[in-house]
């Protein structure tokens, strides 16, 4: 187990820019302090230590804005923002580590603080590596606090039982619950439109005999065509004509039937949005060819173009193609006109115009590509649009469609007809703007001769096509939001004819005749949805009863060791810690029972009772601290710290606290730094363990800028001894004075634990030193005389040694030094000779 | 690290849950399933299993509609 071998704290709460620093060479520590002097702050220093925060805020604040900037001293100078508890931290190796959280920032109105821990100078999450193990929330670390120890009984029920399981960390089954909750969740039972035709078609009173049976067994292919076929039968039967004997028959006789029962109903169908062909645009390659023949166009010479044939024919002429010397021309005759020179000039010029026709020939089709782009997005968004609205106002009077129409229709969907109708407008504006980008674009391409294709005929046809893919895109979008509205309305209107038609039922069939393997599957994954489900159900049950016995074990251990704790503080009493039991599976709520025996020392038939009920405020306490020393203990917590654990009211079960609590507590090798506000308990705890090396302060807070100073001072009488010894052999009245005062003091506390001594040897272990808090040596002294029997000239070394130092109290001769000299001598052979090794070890620095 | 500290590491109370339960029945088998495993991989390794029972009902279903 980790134990601490210091703490230091600066700029935390209440400690002002001065680090206190508090050394804990031995089991125990013992601070006392009046109320007000930093002994909370100095706790919760330890708390933030370990744990990054203080859980004050969490169980006092009712906003956490009450918390904003709670952790740095409010006195300290805006400048020293340094807030850091520090603390040499001994693992369970044996091995010295120094630890350091710095408060990086305080508690703000909405949000938590941070701050920064490092272990030997290295940045750590927690201090687990150490061997420090902290509980889990809310009270995770091993500090008592008034606040702390009644959380236990303050909380609402729920978090009580919260306390309790995170005494006992049983989150992990908490959170197994809830994985396995969550699984089942997010087991959902399949849908699809074929499913919901057969649950409609199994509501219809006609129909249930036929498809009920869907809802039992193995879903097969013919048990879905016999239902189907059987309810087909059924919904024909009502009819004139014969039902047909084959099941494809009936579908068809079925489609057949709703047609003319529908036929002049509302054209839902207009209403309906069609597909979108996605606009790919036009391809760079047809704008390339374009732009490439309009280029040679305005370079090309055209009369040689148009001499094209001509020259061909004059160069196959042999003694032309061939000439290597000048010939005449063949076409005019003029003598010598060709030349090689001017040959070899008629073969480019052909050549080049070879690729003009090559380009034209590209340019031609390329063209028509642009033209037929702008057709194609006209022709596809129209045929994507609802019919409605290609109708003009004769159309839809004569189809009966209006939009008061589709209201009616709605019915009580009427709500519905709202975002429909307002997609409307923008649906038709982008359809303008598609047709009015199209009409751009084919306007700029009909005015196009293509031999004398222009660049700029080519922009503009580029920029007209830029423009109508850009109106499509518009379009695409306002088409996508009509659909989304459109969903609900034509479902509804579909079922409304189908309802005014009376084709409902035999719709549905036919949807179940056109998804026969659909259904089927859909009817195989319900199937095994609900056969998962019911096993998961079960499974869980099962995992609850578990749990619950896993509790009722749990909770059974738990309780006995708090009443073990409970029983060190409150032997024998007739009301009692009974234990711990789960109300119901336990999920939400404990129940902490109180045992009540007709007997004063707590013997006899006893009756069980809620603690919260029947306890007193002592006796709540007491369960507080119980429950906080169980979980310490359970959760091997190397140290414990206690700030005024027994109330100054309780003062009947101080003793038993100091003597079996803490006693146990030493004994589990459990580190102990008690804070109390008591001076009697924190003198009375000095003398119980004055065998052990302790650790003993005293806490002040005389300027708060500076904060509480802790200083290390000892109770006992060795520290007594120690601080009369630097007076030994002055000769100074006032020195001597002084002297005399200290060696009294030692003297009365030599006298009191000589008495207390035989008290307890006689068997009285309750006597403390407090018990003769007033007594003067005048007073101890005929109590002491009869124990100084070792030696028989004892009784008077002591009879003069009270002679000696009682001037010294008073406005008398002071003794001499030599006297107090002699004095001080006896009284360390009485602390020898009579109370030993008790005292031997010295107990402070 | 500008933190508090890391969660406690949960405590082994998965093992006596199993004990507590028949072995073969789903609900040992779901926690079998989380015994020794990350928390954080609970609900995927929980998700996956609900996954594998579906299928195995559904294949089942279909094996006998064949």
């Known amino acids: 187990m980790a134990r601490l071998n210091w703490i230091e704290v600066r700029g935390f709460r209440a400690f002002g820019p001065g680090p206190q620093r508090v050394c804990l060479t031995g089991p125990m520590a013992l601070v006392w302090g009046p109320n007000s002097q930093g002994k909370t702050s100095f706790a919760e220093a330890i708390e933030f230590l370990l744990t990054g925060k203080t859980v004050r805020r969490e169980f006092l604040s009712s906003a956490t804005r009450e918390f904003a900037d709670s952790l740095r001293n409010a006195h300290l100078p805006d400048s020293d923002r340094r807030v850091e508890v520090s603390a040499e931290i001994v693992d369970a190796a044996g091995v010295a580590h120094a630890v350091r959280r710095v408060l990086d920032a305080d508690y703000s109105p909405s949000s938590a603080c941070s701050s920064t821990l490092r272990i030997d100078g290295a940045v750590a999450s927690d201090l687990s590596s150490l061997g420090v193990r902290l509980s889990l929330p809310p009270l995770e670390a091993p500090v008592l606090m008034q606040h702390t120890m009644r959380y236990v009984l303050s909380a609402k029920p729920q978090d009580r039982t919260d306390y309790f399981k995170a005494l006992l960390e049983l989150a992990d089954l908490e959170a197994v619950r809830g994985a396995i909750d969550r699984a089942r969740s997010s087991l959902r039972a399949p849908t699809s439109p074929a499913l919901e035709a057969l649950a409609r078609c199994q509501g219809q009173a006609v129909l249930t005999s036929a498809f009920q049976p869907l809802g039992a067994g193995a879903p097969t292919q013919r048990r879905v065509l016999d239902s189907i076929s059987d309810g087909l039968e059924r919904l024909l039967s009502a009819g004139p004509d014969p039902v047909p004997s084959s099941h494809e028959d009936r579908v068809a006789v079925a489609r057949r039937l709703i047609e003319e029962r529908e036929r002049g109903a509302f054209p839902v169908d207009a209403l309906r949005a069609g597909t979108l062909v996605a606009a790919t645009g036009i391809d760079a390659a047809i704008w390339q060819a374009l732009d490439h023949f309009a280029t040679l166009v305005a370079g090309v010479d055209q009369e040689a173009s148009r001499l094209a044939e001509l020259f061909t024919a004059v160069l196959r002429i042999p003694t032309v193609g061939a000439a290597s010397g000048p010939v005449d021309c063949p076409v005019c005759q003029t003598p010598n006109a060709l030349h090689p020179a001017r040959i070899a000039e008629l073969r480019q010029h052909l050549e080049e115009s070879a690729a003009f026709r090559t380009a034209r020939a590209e340019a031609l089709p390329a063209l028509r590509r642009v033209t037929e782009f702008a057709d194609d997005a006209q022709r596809n968004v129209f045929g994507s649009c609802p019919a409605f609205l290609g109708w003009d106002d004769p159309e839809r009077a004569r189809r009966g469609f209006s939009e008061e129409a589709v209201i009616e229709m709605l019915g009580s969907a009427s709500a519905f007809a709202r975002p429909w109708s307002e997609r409307i407008a923008p649906l038709r504006d982008s359809l303008a703007g598609v047709a009015a980008s199209a009409a751009g674009l084919r306007q700029i391409t009909g005015g196009i001769n293509v031999d004398a294709l222009r660049a700029e005929q080519v922009g503009a046809a580029r920029v007209a096509a830029a423009a109508l893919v850009g109106a499509l895109s518009a379009f695409a979008s306002t088409l996508t939001a009509y659909r989304g509205a459109q969903g609900p309305v034509v479902a509804t209107l579909e079922a409304e004819v189908a309802r005014r038609s009376q084709t409902t039922a035999l719709r549905d069939v036919v949807l179940l005749a056109d998804q026969v393997a659909p259904l089927l599957e859909s009817l195989v994954l319900a199937r095994a949805h609900d056969q998962v489900a019911s096993k998961l159900d079960r499974a869980v049950r099962e995992i609850d009863a578990a749990t619950g016995r896993v509790l009722d074990a749990k909770f059974d251990a738990l309780g006995d060791e708090v009443g073990r704790w409970w029983s060190l503080l409150r032997p024998e009493e007739p009301t009692s810690f009974a234990g711990i039991q789960r109300a119901g599976t336990g999920r939400r709520y404990i129940d902490l029972k109180a045992k009540l025996s007709p007997e004063a020392d707590g013997s006899g038939a006893h009756a069980l009772r809620d603690v919260v009920a029947v306890f007193s405020d002592s006796q709540l306490n007491c369960l507080g601290l119980a429950a906080f020393l169980a979980r310490t203990v359970r959760a091997g917590a190397g140290f414990v710290v206690l700030d005024d654990p027994v109330p100054a009211s309780d003062d009947e079960h101080r003793a038993f606290f100091l003597e079996r609590v803490l006693g146990e507590l030493l004994a589990s090798s459990c580190q102990v730094i008690l804070l109390t506000h008591e001076q009697r308990t924190w003198k009375d705890a000095q003398l119980r363990y004055q065998h052990l090396p302790l650790n003993v302060f005293q806490i002040a807070l005389d300027d708060p800028r500076l904060g509480p100073i802790i200083e290390e001072t000892a109770d006992t009488l060795d520290a007594a001894l120690n601080r009369a010894r630097p007076y030994i052999g002055r000769n100074h009245p006032d020195v001597r004075k002084t002297a005399a005062e200290r060696r009294r003091d030692a003297t009365e506390r030599l006298c009191k634990l000589l008495i207390l001594q035989d008290l307890h040897a006689s068997g009285n272990r309750s006597a403390n030193l407090s018990d003769y808090d007033g007594k003067n040596l005048g007073q101890l002294f005929p109590l002491v005389e009869p124990l100084l029997t070792r030696d028989p000239s004892d009784s008077g070394k002591l009879r003069v040694i009270a002679a000696q130092l009682n001037p010294g109290n008073h406005d008398d001769t002071t003794p001499s030094a030599a006297d107090l000299k002699v004095s001080y001598g006896n009284l360390k052979a009485f602390r020898r000779d009579y109370l030993g090794a008790a005292t031997a070890a010295p107990a402070s620095a | ?66």
């Open chain 2, 1 to 66: 690290m500008a933190a508090t500290h890391d969660p406690v590491p949960l405590p082994d109370n998965l093992a006596a849950l199993a004990a507590q339960l028949a072995p073969g029945a789903l609900a040992h088998d779901l926690v079998s399933l989380l015994v020794d495993r990350d928390p954080d991989e609970w609900n995927d390794a929980l998700a996956t299993r609900v996954r594998a029972l579906l299928d195995a009902e559904a294949a089942g279903l279909r094996d006998g509609s064949a």
